[in-house]
């Protein structure tokens, strides 16, 4: 006989209520895994992962609160019931604080564990459909690299890192603002055996031409006006480590040869000194510029690009990486909340599709703040379209709603929104109507809209009853009617 039930998993470190809870489980068709402890469980989810969890809370080693925040780590989708013998307030807060879906008390009754498991079933399949096959949470060890991207452009970004991070190999990455150049130039770092020795990062287009020798080599005391004291340059506090010099292509041409020269000859001179210094850096640059092309121009030295460019690591602009939307998504979601940020952990269907049309000059930063942005608006833990940023739901290309004429008579709510606006903002009008008419009127609300619509329609239409009728759905008498008694206030 096949079974097509979903798995439970019983932690309990008693025997016998173990084997009760399996007699009733089974009994309904349920497979059960059993766990002793919260340490064996782990040890299951790692090659397992069944879709409901009974947690006891009281246990020997580790306790049920503590499993199950290691539970939501190891295996977040999971729908965890807590067990608990001596129920407090405490406890059950800790357990939903910790993510746990529901939490019973023992002694309890079969039916009550079957209607819960049912529960935490059907908000799965509830989940499931929400998301139409959108999944809103990912393992978090899938982001420990803080690098997301499942297309084949960043696949192949996070293989080529893998190759050659160990090595002491120069690194030039390219993208458009916002494509994740210093996340890269970071992760390389972290992978490389000079993880322990610091990483350095310098923005080129940020510090003053007649500054940035100085910055990058250091100076001896009264080398120039103002050197009071000696300094350490950024290539010596690197010693050992990994230096990023971001914006590379905003570089001036005579810096660009002392640091041609600090590569080629692995030693530097500090402003005003007289000897070398010897240094031992691994570089790695990264542009938006052109830099093929500003050489051609002869903005920037040929011979240092082939010294930078040995690798390429090429970032891919996200409108042409779209299918990394979602992961980015709840990535960020997940972050956010970790940081406890915004409750907000996924997004309506809509929302998603409109961030899948919009275009992102900004690349993955501007998909990040405008998911802070709507997160932060959002009201419960999904982001709907109407939280997204304007400019995002503008360009969502969804139908338009023909403009609302200028009201001729005085307006009860002011401002109302006027002129072509996307559906949803549509809601939000009736929604700010409603609210608005249930703060300062006692009387029939409908009453005061409907002599509102009526008004306009008849304003329209200049005061044509059947063209008014036609326009509003009513009959031309009842519209006569209204619109006599409107006369007459
Ligand atoms: N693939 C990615 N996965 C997760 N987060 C990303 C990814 N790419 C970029 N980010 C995030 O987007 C933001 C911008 O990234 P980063 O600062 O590395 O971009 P940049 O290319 O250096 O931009 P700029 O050219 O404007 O300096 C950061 O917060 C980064 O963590
Ligand atoms: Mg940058």
């Known amino acids: 006989m096949t079974n097509n039930l979903p798995s439970i998993l019983v932690i309990d470190d008693d025997r016998d209520l173990r084997y009760s809870l399996r007699r009733v489980l089974s009994a309904h068709g349920y497979p059960v895994i059993e766990a002793g402890s ?66 019973v008390m023992k002694p309890f009754d079969p039916p009550k564990i079957l209607s819960l498991v049912e529960k935490a079933l059907q908000s799965i399949r509830d989940q499931d459909a929400a998301g139409r096959g959108y999944k809103p949470l990912l393992n978090s060890a899938d982001y420990q690299e803080g690098i997301v991207g499942n297309s084949e452009a960043m696949q192949t970004v996070i293989k080529t890192i893998g190759r050659v991070a160990a ?22 770092h972290q992978h490389s055996l ?71 000859e692995g030693e530097i001179q500090r402003v005003g000194g007289t000897g070398t210094i010897k240094v031992n850096v691994r570089l790695v640059t990264a542009t938006n510029k052109n830099l093929e092309q500003m050489v051609a121009q002869k903005t920037f030295r040929e011979d240092l690009y082939y010294r930078l460019n040995v690798v390429r690591l090429r970032l891919p602009p996200l409108r042409e990486r779209k299918e990394d939307i979602p992961l980015l998504v709840d990535f960020m979601f997940q972050r956010l909340g970790a940081r406890r940020k915004v409750k907000a952990n996924r997004l309506a269907p809509e929302a998603l599709e409109a961030l899948v049309r919009y275009d992102w000059p900004g690349n993955v930063r501007e998909l990040e703040n405008a998911i802070h942005r709507a997160g932060v608006v959002a009201r419960g833990d999904t982001v709907l379209l109407k939280d997204l940023p304007p400019e995002i739901t503008d360009s969502s290309g969804l139908p338009v709603v023909p403009p609302v004429r200028p009201a001729a008579t005085p307006s009860l709510v002011s401002p109302l929104p006027t002129g072509g606006k996307v559906a949803t903002e549509q809601t939000d009008i009736f929604d700010m109507l409603y609210k608005q008419l249930r703060a300062t009127s006692d009387e029939n609300i409908l009453a005061i809209v409907e002599e509102q619509i009526i008004r306009r329609a008849l304003a329209e239409t200049h005061h044509n009853h059947l063209k008014s009728s036609k326009i509003l759905g009513m009959n031309r008498a009842t519209l006569k009617k209204r619109a006599d008694s409107l006369d007459a206030r």
């Open 38 to 103: 919260g340490e064996e469980a782990l040890e299951i989810v790692k090659k397992q992962k069944p879709p409901v969890v009974l947690l006891d809370n009281r246990m020997e080693g580790m306790s049920g609160i503590e499993t199950l925040q290691h539970l939501r780590g190891a295996h977040p989708d999971g729908m965890i019931i807590l067990m608990t013998a001596f129920g407090t307030t405490q406890t059950a807060i800790e357990a939903m604080k910790y993510g746990a879906f529901d939490y």
């Open 167 to 188: 090595s002491d190999v120069t690194v030039l990455i390219t993208g458009e603002s916002g494509t994740g150049k210093e996340l890269v130039a970071r992760c390389l």
């Open 194 to 264: 000079r993880a322990k020795a610091p990483f350095v990062a310098v923005n080129c287009a940020a510090i003053p031409e007649n500054l940035i020798e100085s910055e990058l080599f250091g100076h001896e005391k009264g080398a120039f006006t103002g050197a009071n004291a000696q300094k350490l340059g950024r290539f010596e506090l690197c010693d050992g480590g990994t230096i990023f010099l971001d914006e590379i292509g905003d570089m001036a041409l005579a810096t660009q040869t002392k640091i041609l020269r600090a590569i080629q």
